[in-house]
């Protein structure tokens, strides 16, 4: 086990600069995950802590040890790949102690190291088969098998999950995370599924375009999103975002006009912007409270509801949009596709971001059980 510490890592490739001054604290025994759109520099950022990509500037620590020009051999680190490329003539035994006897570890420890990773990811029936005797999911605990082994100080997973369907991916996701509180080792985990971090992650990482975007615990970034990219990459359905703009700044309830919406009160500190300013107001889909109307200013349109059994999403179009906006509503739905809602907004429950798409400084702190309502 080993805490990992990146200090204004950058990586460039020929002309191009992939990671911008990275700097990043892993804790010892903690679950750590990247997540970001495809092409944000995840699996490089990885590869850099593997040992499998030069660093072009920064100091990478492990285990308080400068690992710059070690080999990922000598980082102590272990790396599970999405595809698991597992060797088809091996049987799972072989496979597993495969590095163990590359390293020239003794006939003992090998035996030793295969049993006690067989125990821990429930492969000892399966010993002696072979890769195509065995489904996805066993495939990749066979792979997680050979990374761990080695007994790594670090285990990294890109992606390993991704070419699994999607109800293994889920039974895969708790395997996973019952591994992390048996073994407690360091984990570094690369998804671009949010839901797979939020689910998985003690921290998680949010990059964007080669930069850290916002660092927290799920809760943190749930609720306290940094930036407009946060609050529209984790949740849901996406957390809901309508042009705004400042009609009263203050310290504590800021007056907030929304075309469409009306004026809403938002528990933001305003006081540094200018009155007028542009503005993006942010509402969850679980936060959005449905008034049925008859007509008049500030009427929405129904255009979908979806019924999912335990509840049911409701479609609105705004005039000056083209995504549509959605309310996570409890069943019986009350409104139908056609019908007119006004749109009820809490102060305490409502994001602003400025015009850069930063959050504005919120004045109440994040509840830790959202209530939900709904007229
Ligand atoms: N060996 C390489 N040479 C040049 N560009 C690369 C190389 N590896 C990755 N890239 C580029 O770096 C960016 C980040 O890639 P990657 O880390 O694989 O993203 P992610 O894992 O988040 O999808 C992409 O634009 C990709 O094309
Ligand atoms: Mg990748």
């Known amino acids: 086990m080993a805490s990992v510490t990146l200090k204004k890592i950058n990586k460039v490739f020929g002309h191009t600069h992939i990671l911008h001054d990275i700097d990043l604290s892993i804790h010892d025994g903690e ?3 990247f997540v970001g759109p495809s092409g944000c520099g995840k699996s490089t950022l990885l590869r850099l802590i593997a040992g499998l990509e030069e660093i072009s500037s920064g100091d990478l620590d492990i285990g308080g040890q400068l690992v710059n020009e070690l080999t990922p051999k000598e980082r102590g680190v272990g790396m599970v790949f999405q595809s698991y490329a597992l060797y088809p003539h091996l049987s799972v035994y072989d496979n597993i102690a495969f590095g163990l006897k590359l390293a020239k570890e003794s006939g003992e420890t090998v035996t030793a190291r295969v049993e006690n990773t ?10 002696h088969r072979k ?4 489904s996805g999911g066993q495939r990749q605990r066979v792979a997680i098998g050979r990374a761990m082994a080695r007994e790594p100080r670090i285990l990294l997973f890109d ?13 895969m996701r708790t395997e996973i995370a019952k591994l992390h509180q048996r073994v407690k080792s360091t984990m570094v985990y690369v998804t671009h599924d949010q839901v797979e971090a939020m689910t998985l992650a003690d921290k998680i990482v949010v990059l964007n375009a080669g930069r850290i975007e916002q660092v927290g615990s799920p809760f943190e970034l749930y609720e306290s999103p940094a930036s407009l990219f946060v609050a529209s ?10 042009p705004a703009s400042l009609a009263a700044p203050d310290p504590y309830t800021s007056q907030v006009a929304v075309p469409g919406v009306g004026q809403v009160d938002v528990a933001v500190d305003s006081q540094h912007l ?14 959005l409270e449905l008034e049925p109307a008859s007509g008049g200013e500030n009427c929405l349109e129904v255009v979908n509801v979806e019924y999912l059994g335990n509840e049911s999403y409701v479609y609105i179009q705004h005039p000056d949009e083209d995504e549509l906006l959605v309310a996570r509503v409890p069943v019986p739905v009350r409104v139908r596709p056609g019908q007119l809602v006004r749109l009820l907004i809490k102060p305490e429950l409502a994001y602003v971001f400025d015009a850069d798409g930063r959050a504005v400084k919120r004045t109440v702190p994040a509840p830790e059980v959202s209530t939900v309502s709904h007229a």
């Open 274 to 287: 200018d009155a007028g300013c542009t503005l993006t107001l942010g509402i969850r889909p679980e936060h």
């Open 159 to 171: 992606e390993p999950l991704s070419n699994l369907d999607a109800s293994l991916r889920v039974k």
């Open 131 to 134: 890769p195509k005797e065995l």
């Open 118 to 127: 067989a125990r821990i990811l429930h492969l000892e029936p399966l010993l």
């Open 31 to 33: 679950f750590v995950v």
């Open 233 to 242: 990459f984790i949740g849901s359905p996406k957390m809901n975002l309508l």
